[in-house]
C-alpha cells in the first residue's frame, strides 16, 4: 500500500501493541477507520469538483474554438462585399414581389 512489505507491517503493529497494549487496540483501529473514512470522502469530493471543473473548461474551449472559428471565416476576402451583394439582391426580390 505504501511501499511497506510484510515484515515492516508487522513491526510496525508489534510496536503499537507494546505502546497502547491490548485494550486501547479496537479503539484505535475504530479511530483509524474513521478517519480513512473521512479522507477518502474528502478525496472523493475534490476529485467530482475536478471533473466539474474538467467540463467546464471543455465547454469553454469549444466556445472559443467556434468564436475562432467565426472570426477566420469572417476575415475571408471578399466575404463581406458578398454579404453585401445579397443583402441588395434581397431588397431586389422584395421590390419585385411588390411591383406584380
Known amino acids: 500500500m505504501f511501499g511497506l512489505g510484510f515484515q515492516e507491517i508487522l513491526l510496525i503493529l508489534v510496536i503499537i501493541f507494546l505502546l497502547f497494549g491490548v485494550k486501547k487496540l479496537p479503539e484505535i483501529g475504530k ?4 478517519t480513512m473514512r473521512e479522507i477518502r470522502k474528502i478525496r472523493d469530493e475534490r476529485k467530482t469538483e475536478k471533473d466539474k471543473e474538467k467540463e467546464k473548461n471543455k465547454e469553454n474551449q469549444k466556445g472559443d474554438l467556434i ?3 467565426k472570426k477566420e471565416v469572417e476575415e475571408i476576402p471578399g466575404l463581406k462585399e458578398a454579404k453585401e451583394i445579397k ?3 434581397d431588397k431586389v426580390k422584395g421590390i ?4 406584380k
Open 31 to 34: 479511530g483509524l477507520g474513521e
Open 67 to 69: 468564436s475562432d472559428i
Open 87 to 89: 443583402q441588395v439582391a
Open 96 to 99: 419585385t414581389k411588390i411591383l
